[in-house]
């Protein structure tokens, strides 16, 4: 059973930044492709991320493209969310999942996440 555990949320000022990690503990992550997702209070949880087995294949979605950067320590078993110039909207409990699909370069869609940890809060203030 893979468990992945976030961590690096926390409160910072609009403008500012912070780097998620995802990491798991027991099975090895490189074996999977990794999502980041994001839920508001009383909104639906939007894809913000994801990135390959490989790191090689990455996509981001249209609002946090330019300001975010996915990356991936597969020695490491870790992955980053490297997420700058935080505006109020980007307040959301973010989650990180895992995909087992495809090639070590497909980045998979968004329905075919099925690991996912229990999320970490971010909260940004104007």
């Known amino acids: 059973q893979l468990v992945l555990f976030e961590s690096g949320g926390g409160k910072v000022q609009s403008g500012g930044s912070l780097q998620l990690s995802c990491k798991d503990f027991?099975?090895?992550?490189?074996?999977?492709?990794i999502g980041w997702f994001r839920q508001a209070p009383g909104k639906e949880r939007e894809g913000v991320s994801r990135?390959?087995?490989?790191?090689?294949?990455?996509k981001y979605s249209d609002s946090v493209k330019g300001r975010f950067t996915v990356s991936r320590d597969n020695p490491k078993r870790t992955i980053y969310l490297q997420m700058n110039n935080l505006t109020p909207e980007d307040t959301a409990r973010y989650y990180c999942?895992?995909?087992?699909?495809?090639?070590?370069?497909?980045?998979?869609?968004?329905?075919?996440?099925?690991?996912w940890g229990q999320g970490t809060q971010v909260t940004v203030s104007s």
């Open positions: 999942a895992a995909a087992m699909v495809g090639s070590m370069d497909y980045v998979p869609e968004e329905a075919e996440f099925t690991y």
């Open positions: 027991g099975f090895s992550l490189d074996r999977y492709s």
């Open positions: 990135i390959s087995r490989s790191g090689l294949g990455v």
